[in-house]
């Protein structure tokens, strides 16, 4: 009976021991399943569940099942469900990979993106999150609908500066452009915060063809790009704005080096918003923008060292465009310099207004080259250029320029003979005595202005 | 010897658990319990009594732990805000993060109240959406410093309730987003606070669900500070209005990438007549505009001075009108720039001053850079105070400046427009220069023709540098 009692109360006791044990040493079990990569935070019983806000794509690095060694597979491997994540392939997620870090983990092979591997590709919608440095990659990032890839900071890399996320089109890139919006029409694609570095390959930074309305740009830095930094064209209608881009092609690039284009966007963009285009060479390329298609706006833009800032018209029509605060920085070197160049090469050109141009290339350089009206404006700044149609034989045209034919105002009749340059301008003399509308005569070599009576 | 034994045995087994109590309350485990682990914080390393451990930090606080379901976001984020609200003994402000919701099923229904409706003061909340489409049953009224961030516009989406499309009853309210806290609590006319600032909006789209009279985004008080940018508006109903700048929101905005479509209104921007001088509804503008029209009703309503409409693409039918200005209030000093349309009768439509309306109103120093009409054969502008229509495609500057009076009566308007076409006979009087005298053909009359080159300017044996257009006239030189 003892002996029982004995028992009984040791297995008590053992029970209780356990038990309490059990308790102290039970890790806080999550009342839901784990889910690998998913944010983990604390219930209101005080354990720790996960939770779907985003899935951590660093722990899905490394080898074996279920892993990759490179971001681009990470985030392949979620966005296309090889991995087990919550990610969602219809209604998508937030991917961060900002804590992937090495070398080896942010080199990601031929033949694979974040939304492909091989010939197979992803078209789920996301935000990724990138980390900082430098992914290198040898394939195209074909980003789909609904995308958003947003760095963590962009720049031109310097003695004293490092961008804060890099994606570096490798030695043998095999594509035509690093990041291309779509392969089809649709919507919803940004890119935000990052750096584009060619490493001086012909390639283009950023090729916008198909994607269109919430599909934008902002923060970018293109770096040592040799074909054209941001190539917006065909069916990106209402795509924009393309905002705070830096393009520096670094040094030695080939003369067709283009900062950004829009050709044959039949419903036009919602424009270029701040744009900063510069080479590190005295051998300018050819243009830093080119602008060939209507409907659009380019404004505060700076351009330095290339032999024509905006050049309008060259390679397609481009009518009812607007720009604004654009500034040129191109020192006069062995060709001639263009802030803004209307091109006259058969394309057509109307309907254009220039709000604030300035130039400060020093002697020798243009601010505004108007082919089809034949003028060039030497000034250092010009307030207001608008190109209006072809009609009954010249341009309606008007400008603040006093340069080219203007509209002055003042309030004594003018004394002073005008330049020849400035033949068909129109003076207003407000004071009411000594004649009140003047012309400059459009003699060889301008002359006294003359009253109109 | 057994006995013994056992005696012993019985006291270590009896001992043994109480040791290891006292043990394990001695040792500064992960009591977690005594350390910061809040619910919904987010879980991070740190240091608790002196060993390192998890906690909850305060960075963002996850929605998921404090619904009442787990699809009802809005009652997760109230039950939130009530916590943690300076009158709660809060703090003064919060991130929330809904991201972790289910992506199915998703609801905002908290009993028809605003979720905010328990925060006060200046309490700063950010709200981070979920991706999904989210029935609404209430009006979100945004106060200040609140500010509602989604996965994307193609991405998160609020849609009004109906209870033909599966909700337990219709959506409550006329707005779906009130920037501040609604037009009675900000009408000076009746003695309200007139602001509520740094309210923003960003990366959702809204969907009216064809409900009549439905507005999207309201701001009628909320000011500096305050934005909307990246926001979808779709599929909204006659008598609503996708983006509503009401009187009170002055230097608000910018508004930027947004996309309507529906059968209401795209947007408006309006000052009420009876606000005082000092409140004219001036805003950083719209930047960044497409609307896809359906129905009658015109796109944009422009009725308030000082705002800037910049890259706006409108599609519609041949009785619509893009931009009308001037139609419910006074509009000056407005910048219009790089403006397509599709379809449409007018893409800009300045009203005169009884033509869109019985009650009049004064449009005047108008700028307009950058006209296009990309498809369909209405007009450019039409200008009802100077009666000028351009029908042309493009047109690449019309500044409408102010009246001129001669005499006792306006004799005109300051005006100057790059066009050189008008319709349907009445062309805009222009300034062309060339460096040939200006050939034959339709000119408008009143136009100027500058003759730039001296060695060409000569016709029968005359220099003329100045002609003037005399309509079916032709050119003649000016002496």
Redesign the interface.
């Known amino acids: 009976m003892k ?1 029982t009692t ?1 028992s009984a ?2 297995c008590m ?2 029970a ?2 356990g038990a ?2 059990g308790l ?1 040493t039970m890790p ?1 079990t999550p009342a839901v399943a784990q889910v690998q990569g998913n ?6 019983t ?1 354990s ?2 996960p ?4 899935i951590d794509a660093s722990q899905f690095i490394g080898t074996g099942t279920d892993h990759s060694g490179n971001v681009c597979g990470a985030i392949y491997g979620i966005l296309s469900g090889h991995f087990p994540s919550s990610f ?1 392939a ?5 991917v961060d990979a900002r804590g992937i870090s090495g070398s080896t983990a942010l080199t990601c092979p031929s033949g694979t993106t974040p939304w492909s591997n091989g010939s197979t590709t992803v078209s789920a ?1 996301s ?1 990724i999150l990138l980390p900082a440095g430098t992914i290198s990659t040898l394939s195209t990032w074909i980003l789909p ?2 995308t ?1 890839l947003i760095g963590e900071g962009d720049g031109i890399p310097s003695g004293s500066s490092t961008p804060g996320t890099t994606i570096q089109a490798g030695s043998g890139f095999s594509g035509s452009t690093v990041i291309q919006f779509g392969s089809a029409v649709g ?2 694609i ?1 890119v935000e915060n990052l750096t584009l570095d060619g490493q001086g390959q012909s390639i283009n930074g950023i090729t916008n063809e198909f994607a269109q ?2 599909s ?1 740009v902002n923060h970018i830095s293109l770096y040592r790009i040799h074909g054209t930094g941001l190539l917006i064209e065909d069916s990106a ?2 795509s ?2 393309y905002s705070n881009i830096t393009f520096n092609a670094g040094f030695t690039p080939p003369s067709t080096t283009v900062c950004a284009q829009i050709i044959g966007v ?6 270029i918003h701040g744009l900063i285009c510069a080479t590190e060479t005295t051998s300018y390329p050819n243009a830093a923008v080119l602008l060939d298609s ?4 380019i404004e505060d833009v700076r351009v330095e060292g290339f032999s024509d800032g905006i050049l309008v018209g060259e390679y397609g029509n481009a ?4 720009l ?1 605060n654009i500034s040129g920085d191109t020192p006069n070197g062995t060709t001639s310099v263009n802030v803004i160049h209307i091109a006259n090469v058969g394309n057509t050109v ?4 220039i ?1 604030g141009v300035s130039n400060v290339g020093g002697f020798g350089t243009i601010t505004i080259k108007d082919d089809p ?2 003028t060039s404006l030497p000034d250092a700044s010009v307030g207001l250029y ?4 072809q ?8 400008t603040t320029s006093p340069n ?2 203007t ?1 002055v105002s003042g309030t004594t009749a003018p004394t002073s003979s005008c330049p ?1 340059s400035a ?4 003076y207003s003399n407000s004071s009411g005595s000594g004649g009140n509308l003047w ?7 301008g002359g006294a202005w ?1 009253n ?2 | 010897m057994k006995i013994t034994r ?1 005696s012993v ?2 006291s270590w ?2 001992f ?2 109480l040791i ?2 006292g043990w ?1 309350l001695s040792v500064p ?1 992960p009591a ?2 005594q350390c910061n ?7 991070v390393y740190g240091n608790c009594r002196g060993t390192a451990t ?1 906690q ?1 930090s305060f960075a ?1 606080v ?1 929605a ?2 404090f619904g009442t379901s787990s699809t009802d976001i809005c009652t997760a984020i109230a039950n939130i805000l009530a916590t943690y609200n300076p009158t709660s003994g809060g703090t003064s402000g919060i991130v929330i ?4 919701f289910a ?2 099923g998703l609801t905002c229904n908290n009993g028809g109240v605003s979720p905010w409706s328990n925060v006060s003061g200046n309490f700063a909340s950010v709200i ?1 959406l ?3 489409t989210i029935a609404l049953y209430e009006t979100l009224k945004l106060p200040t410093n609140s500010k509602l961030v989604g ?5 998160t989406t609020f849609r009004a309730c109906t209870t033909a499309t599966g909700c337990s009853s219709n959506f409550s309210g006329s707005d779906m987003i009130d920037m501040g806290l609604g037009f009675a609590t900000c009408d000076v006319s009746t003695g309200k606070a007139p602001d509520y600032p740094a309210v923003v909006i960003e990366h959702l789209a809204l969907n009216a669900n064809h409900i009549q009279n439905l507005n999207g985004i309201v701001n009628d008080c909320a000011q500096e500070l305050s934005s909307v940018n ?1 926001v ?1 508006l779709a599929n909204f109903a006659p008598g609503g209005i996708g983006l509503w700048l009401n009187d009170h929101s002055d230097n608000s905005g910018p508004y ?2 947004i ?1 309507y479509s529906g059968s209401g209104r795209c947007a408006q921007i309006f000052n009420s007549s009876t606000n005082k001088p000092s409140n004219l509804n001036q805003t950083r503008g719209i ?2 505009l ?1 609307c896809a029209m359906s129905g009658s009703e015109n796109a944009i309503y422009l009725d308030a001075p000082n705002n800037s409409l ?2 706006v ?1 409108i599609s519609g039918g041949s009785t619509q009108d893009g931009i009308l200005i001037g139609s419910q209030a006074n509009a000056y000093n407005n910048v219009i ?2 403006v ?1 349309g ?1 379809g449409l009768r007018n893409v800009i439509h300045i009203c005169g001053t009884t033509t869109c309306g019985a009650t009049p109103y004064n449009v005047t120093d108008l700028t307009i ?4 009409v ?1 498809a369909g054969s209405g007009d450019s502008i039409e200008d009802d105070l100077t009666n000028m229509t351009l029908p ?6 019309y500044i409408l400046g102010e009246q001129v009076e001669g005499g006792s009566s306006s004799i005109g308007y300051s005006r ?6 008008g319709n349907p006979t009445v062309r805009a009087a ?12 339709a ?1 408008a009359a009143g136009s ?8 060409n ?1 000569n016709t029968t044996g005359e ?1 003329y ?2 002609w003037g257009c005399q309509g079916s006239g032709g ?1 003649k030189g ?2």
């Open positions: 002996g004995t109360l040791r006791v053992f209780i021991t309490i044990v102290f806080p944010n983990a935070i604390y219930s209101s005080g720790i569940v939770s779907s806000a985003f969602s219809t209604i998508g997620a937030v919608p935000t609908a609904n958003h919507t919803g940004t309305n919430a934008y209608n209402n924009g704005p039949t419903d036009g963009t919602h424009g209507s409907n659009n706006s009518q009812s465009n607007v604004a109307t309907d254009l207004s709000v009206t034949s608008a190109l209006g149609e009609a009954n034989g010249g341009h309606s045209r008007f080219a034919a509209w020849a033949s068909g301008s129109l012309v400059c005569p459009a003699t060889t070599g003359k109109i009576r | 056992i045995w019985s087994t009896f043994a658990p290891c109590i394990l485990t977690l319990a682990n809040s619910t919904g914080f987010n879980t998890t909850g963002m996850d998921t732990q993060d809904a991201r972790g992506s199915t981070l979920p991706a999904g996965a994307g516009s193609g991405s990246d979808a930027a990438n996309s930047h960044g497409t910049e890259d693409y720039f790089n397509r599709s850079l950058g006209v296009g990309v042309s495609p493009y047109v690449g500057m100057f427009t790059t066009s050189p076409n222009t300034w062309l220069v060339g460096s040939k005298p200006p050939t034959t053909g000119c100027l023709y500058s003759c730039t080159d001296g060695s300017c220099l540098t100045l050119w000016i002496r």
